[in-house]
């Protein structure tokens, strides 16, 4: 399990980055901007067609394991859009757009005193994509015959899986039982098969209620409670 996904309740982790600004530098919104445009190319969308020669997928999903495929102490060094480029980078080269050698001499280009002029002018029809993608999205919710295996106030124990690239259960909430509070119509995917920690397919999500106090006892308020959406696949009926 990454040490990054087991930070509720944990102290002395600081000092705490109050930074406000979405942007700190230029280049983290242009870093945005390429993100964006992978998301609405990717393939696995039904959109019109583009001469672009981006021809894999990119979900929210990929940049996330992407970002966490770094050492952990690196990923609590680095700012959030640092993050991102080191994902996206990685991304590039392991789908042979681009060797190491040449984003590194790319790399050097940028640093140097001079650095090239972005490229100008762009494809009408690529724009037209991007934009038809901002407006759609491109929802996680699914339809299909599954079923719940769970209803609303039943309690659930939550499962400690094995995470190798990324995960969407937080490591305090392991080992723990709750309560289902709402469970949502219809069914959700992750756009991207998780390995061992079980998310892939479509599935069943719900909203579960903790009692804080049984998860850092003594350590919360009395009057606070923790909801949480959790994939199917992480919860457990308690017997």
């Known amino acids: ?16 980055d109050f930074e406000k600004r979405v942007f700190v530098q230029d280049w983290e919104k242009r870093i945005f901007g390429v993100h964006v445009a992978m998301m609405a190319l990717s393939t696995q969308l039904s959109l019109p067609a583009t001469p672009s020669k981006f021809k ?4 929210w999903a990929d940049l996330r394991k992407g970002a966490e495929s770094l050492n952990p102490f690196d990923y609590f060094k680095f700012r959030y859009y640092e993050k991102w480029l080191g994902g996206i980078s990685g991304y590039f080269v392991s789908n042979g757009y681009i060797t190491q050698e040449e984003l ?16 100008a002018g762009g494809d009408p029809a690529i724009d037209q994509r991007i ?10 919710k699914r339809s299909g015959a599954m079923t719940p295996k769970f209803a609303k106030g039943e309690k659930v124990y939550v499962k400690n899986v094995p995470s190798v690239e990324h995960t969407r259960l937080p490591g305090y909430l392991r080992d723990h039982v709750g309560i ?5 119509p219809g069914l959700y995917t992750y756009l991207t ?14 909203c579960v ?11 919360t308020d009395a009057k606070a409670e923790i909801y949480a959406d959790l994939y199917e696949a992480y919860l457990e009926k308690v017997n």
Request: zero cysteines; aromatic letters at 10%.
């Open 131 to 140: 934009n038809t993608y901002l407006v759609e999205g491109d929802s996680p």
């Open 180 to 184: 289902v509070d709402t469970v949502y």
């Open 104 to 119: 590194d001499a790319r790399t050097q280009q940028f640093l140097s005193a001079t650095p090239p002029a972005p490229a």
């Open 1 to 16: 399990m990454k040490l990054q996904h087991y930070l509720g309740g944990l102290e002395g982790l600081g000092p705490i």
């Open 193 to 206: 098969n998780t390995g061992p920690d079980g998310v892939g397919d479509a599935m069943p999500v719900y």
């Open 56 to 59: 894999t997928v990119w979900t």
């Open 209 to 219: 209620k903790f009692d804080p106090q049984t998860i850092w006892k003594g350590n």
